[in-house]
Nanobody, 119 residues
C-alpha cells in the first residue's frame, strides 16, 4: 500500500507563489510517475503536471511557464512550484503516483490540498 501526504496549499493573492509537496510512503517501485492534478468546483479533475522517475516532465498548457514540477527520488517526494498564480488556478490539488508491477497498474491519490487565489 501507498500513502500520499500533501502539504503547502493555502490562500494567496493573484501573482503570488506557493509550493506544494507530496511525500509517498509505502511500496514505491523504482519506475513510476508522480504528478499533480487539480479539480475546481463544478469541473472535472485535470492533470497539471507529472514527472517520471527519470525526470521527464509533462505540463498542461495552463501550467507551462508558470508551474514547475520536481521530485526527490531518495525521499519519494514530488513538488509543485506555483508561480504567477491566477484566480482560475483556484482548486483542490491532488498528488498522484502511478506505477506498474508486471502487467498490473496502480494509481494512488493524496487527500488533496486547497489552493485559493484571491485578493
Amino acid at each position: 500500500q501507498v500513502q500520499l501526504v500533501e502539504s503547502g496549499g493555502g490562500l494567496v493573492q493573484p501573482g503570488g507563489s506557493l509550493r506544494l509537496s507530496c511525500a509517498a510512503r509505502g511500496s514505491i517501485f523504482g519506475n513510476n510517475v508522480m504528478g499533480w492534478y487539480r479539480q475546481a468546483p463544478g469541473k472535472q479533475r485535470e492533470l497539471v503536471a507529472d514527472i517520471t522517475s527519470r525526470g521527464d516532465t509533462n505540463y498542461a498548457d495552463s501550467a507551462k511557464g508558470r508551474f514547475t514540477i520536481s521530485r526527490d527520488n531518495a525521499k519519494n517526494t514530488v513538488y509543485l512550484e506555483l508561480n504567477s498564480l491566477k484566480p482560475e488556478d483556484t482548486a483542490v490539488y491532488y498528488c498522484n503516483v502511478h506505477q506498474r508491477l508486471g502487467v498490473t497498474h496502480y494509481d494512488y491519490w493524496g487527500q488533496g490540498t486547497q489552493v485559493t487565489v484571491s485578493s
